[in-house]
T-cell receptor, first 116, second 115 residues
Framework: AQKVTQAQTEISVVEKEDVTLDCVYE???????LFWYKQPPSGELVFLIR??????QNEISGRYSWNFQKSTSSFNFTITASQVVDSAVYFC?????????????FGTGTRLQVTL | DAGVTQSPTHLIKTRGQQVTLRCSPK?????VSWYQQALGQGPQFIFQ???????QRGNFPDRFSGHQFPNYSSELNVNALLLGDSALYLC??????????????FGEGSRLTVL
């Protein structure tokens, strides 16, 4: 069975600090997809990134960057120069090849609080 | 371009009652999935509908049922409500079933409180 672990329940940083959110996953499949979602107080899950298991290149999008390491089954998310608007709950999720894009296994989330 | 819309946004029911939640997918999407998110937890997959049929189901009892209409909108029904059914119910839409079809679009959810 697949599993996603986000060990950090809550992180609090001061604006402009860098912060890394950890994600460790378990799967028996060799082909799978990893996702990060942001959930602001409104409740809607906002898609941030999707990576497939064959693409281990790190990715950067503005202040966001992702580090995917198959050797350690980790898919960590870093926010550089954090801002108050980054405050939200962040979820890492996994979809196996035999499943569908709609059937995601989520971690328990990391609540990020960015203060002035 | 309307995103995923859900109704109602909030509702309160008592134990034993039945509830129906509704979802309209993002324009152009044909697949709808439902997730249950308990307080402080990650969303858990309930089931998925494509071509008006339930295609996959998570570990939820038969009290949870659904339906997809020809216009791709969907309903989630929960019978014999329990206190533990209190949660945020999220609807997500996508195009097709394949895992490589891209991102999932979520609605803002329906928050159900069972007293």
């Amino acid at each position: 069975a697949q599993k996603v672990t986000q060990a950090q329940t809550e992180i609090s940083v001061v604006e402009k600090e860098d912060v890394t959110l950890d994600c460790v996953y378990e799967t028996r499949d060799t082909t799978y997809y990893l996702f990060w979602y942001k959930q602001p107080p409104s409740g809607e899950l906002v898609f941030l990134i999707r990576r497939n298991s064959f693409d281990e290149q790190n990715e950067i999008s503005g202040r966001y960057s992702w580090n995917f390491q198959k050797s350690t089954s980790s898919f960590n998310f870093t926010i550089t120069a954090s801002q108050v608007v980054d405050s939200a709950v962040y979820f890492c999720a996994l979809s196996e090849r035999t499943g569908t894009a709609s059937k995601l296994t989520f971690g328990t989330g990391t609540r990020l609080q960015v203060t002035l | 371009d309307a995103g995923v819309t859900q109704s109602p946004t909030h509702l309160i029911k008592t134990r034993g009652q039945q509830v129906t939640l509704r979802c309209s997918p993002k324009s152009g999407h044909d697949t709808v999935s439902w997730y249950q998110q308990a307080l402080g937890q990650g969303p858990q997959f309930i089931f998925q509908y494509y071509e008006e049929e339930e295609r996959q189901r998570g570990n939820f009892p038969d009290r949870f049922s659904g339906h997809q209409f020809p216009n791709y909108s969907s309903e989630l029904n929960v019978n014999a409500l329990l206190l533990g059914d209190s949660a945020l119910y999220l609807c997500a839409s996508s195009l097709g079933l394949a895992a490589n079809t891209g991102e999932l679009f979520f609605g803002e959810g329906s928050r159900l409180t069972v007293l």
